[in-house]
């Protein structure tokens, strides 16, 4: 198991925020996994799986987390046909980009929705993330995770997940994704890579996806009812407040101006949650995950 000491997390999150952690475990093997319990308690601290750090909102200063990096960087790979879909085995460590691009240029369909997205192939299976209607659990054939030093398969039926969370059986954070193994159907591979692009500038030309951010912010608290609008209604759209911003593109992307800090955006977002209970009585609940964690 490779460990880093001290490792920043404004390095590490494509915010750039964020302080020290205690150390950075980077684990690519089963005896690493198996090694793993031990030294997080010699270790202590709030163990943090980090992939791309593209949903993390991390908090200034000293921190005490020790971040559990699984470098599982094998695939993408077909590996066989199950019920008429194809399965395509990935490492979890692998940029989602990359998947992307293997299945359109082997013409296989399904993940088309999942462009755009800037994370690694474990933390979109962990967050369930989603766009343009599809959500990255629903296409899960199995998956490898990690759990108290153990490897262990869960099959789609042993999956609970929801909008922007999975759970397996009573583990809820407690697992790391080692590999996914999707099941995807056959498909002409330009019809795959047209409907990428298309979904590709229409994110493009609502969303800030080159500015330093970690997505939406909040839930959506109903599909028919976009944090966004609330935000904008509120009159978060463009607002900033210590080197931070609600994007003026979209109101529900926080950005960090370069100057940014975690106790800046903290503040900015809870400024604006009060704000939408106040004039709406609704209580956005956050989507980016702040570590350590501070409020649901
Ligand atoms: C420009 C931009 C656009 C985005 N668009 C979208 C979008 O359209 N839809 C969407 O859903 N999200 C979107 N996001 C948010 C983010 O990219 C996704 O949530 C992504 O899936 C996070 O992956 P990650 O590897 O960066 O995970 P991280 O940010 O590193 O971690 C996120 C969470 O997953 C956990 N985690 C990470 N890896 C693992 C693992 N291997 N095993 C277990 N737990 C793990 C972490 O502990 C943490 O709780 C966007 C972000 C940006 C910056």
């Known amino acids: ?62 921190l005490p987390l020790v971040l559990v990096r699984p470098d599982f960087m094998q695939g993408p790979e077909v590996v066989g046909e199950e019920d008429g879909k194809v399965l395509v085995r990935v490492g979890a460590a692998v940029p989602l980009p990359r998947l992307l691009r293997f299945c359109a240029g082997q013409g296989l369909s399904g993940l088309e929705g999942l462009i755009g997205i800037p994370g690694t192939v474990g933390g979109a299976v962990a967050m369930n993330a989603g766009s343009f209607g599809v959500e990255t659990c629903t296409k899960i054939n199995n998956i490898q995770v990690a759990s108290n030093g153990e490897i262990l398969t869960a099959t789609a039926a042993a999956l609970q997940y929801a909008y922007r969370s999975l759970h397996i059986g009573d583990k809820k954070n407690d697992f790391i994704v080692l590999e996914a193994t999707f099941g995807l159907t056959r498909a002409a591979s330009d019809g795959i890579s047209n409907c990428m692009r298309h979904n590709f500038f229409e994110k493009k030309s609502k969303q800030p996806v080159t500015a330093l951010s970690a997505g939406c912010v909040f839930k959506n608290p109903t599909p028919d009812m976009p944090a966004g609008k609330l935000l904008d209604q509120a009159g978060f759209k463009g607002k900033k407040l210590g080197g931070m911003a609600f994007s003026s593109l979209h109101a529900n992307f926080m950005i960090n101006e370069g100057r940014g800090s975690a106790k800046a955006a903290l503040a900015l977002l809870q400024e604006a949650r009060e704000a939408v209970r106040e004039r709406f009585g609704i209580k956005l609940e956050l989507e980016v995950r702040i570590v350590p964690c501070l409020f649901p």
């Open 1 to 62: 198991m490779r460990e880093i000491a001290s490792p920043q997390l404004a390095q590490r999150t494509t915010l750039r925020l964020g302080g020290t952690a205690i150390a950075e475990l980077i684990l690519d093997s089963a005896e690493d996994v198996a090694r793993l319990p031990r030294r997080l308690r010699a270790l202590g601290g709030q163990p943090v799986i980090i992939g791309a750090g593209s949903n993390l909102l991390a908090q200034d200063g000293d």
